[in-house]
Nanobody, 129 residues
Framework: VQLVESGGGLVQTGGSLTLSCAAS????????KCWFRQAPGKEREGISC????????????YYRESVRGRFTMYNDNVKNTMYLQMNSLTSEDTAVYYC???????????????????WGQGTEVTVSS
């Protein structure tokens, strides 16, 4: 399993950025996928998930409260790529962002996100005023 993030960088407050995560080595559509982030000096936190599209999870989408309405997670099953579109960015969004995948995850409960088996190396996002 390989996950490779890209798209991070420096953006001004109020700006937008879209992160990409190219996946390989596993059946992309059959895995649950999430984005996590870790801000400087803070614990890692889950921010969004898209569950696999089977009768059990039906492609459900989850968002952390602090990003709901600003961030959109979506997948391209043809390109085997997951995306995180981020709008109205603030300094609180400065972090290293990680894409993750798992064959059978435990879905988030509110702002609590659980273990994911596979992780990318991370891409850094810096929001400046």
């Amino acid at each position: 399993v390989q996950l490779v993030e890209s798209g991070g960088g420096l953006v001004q407050t109020g700006g937008s950025l879209t992160l990409s995560c190219a996946a390989s080595g596993f059946p992309f559509e059959e895995y649950d996928k999430c984005w996590f982030r870790q801000a400087p000096g803070k614990e890692r936190e889950g921010i969004s998930c898209v569950a696999r599209s089977d009768p059990k999870w039906r492609g459900n989408t989850y968002y952390r409260e602090s990003v709901r309405g600003r961030f959109t997670m979506y997948n391209d099953n043809v390109k085997n790529t997951m995306y995180l579109q981020m709008n109205s960015l603030t300094s609180e969004d400065t972090a290293v962002y990680y894409c993750t995948a798992d064959p059978d995850f435990r879905p988030p409960s509110g702002n609590v996100y659980y273990h994911m088996d596979h992780w990318g190396q991370g891409t850094e996002v810096t929001v400046s005023s």
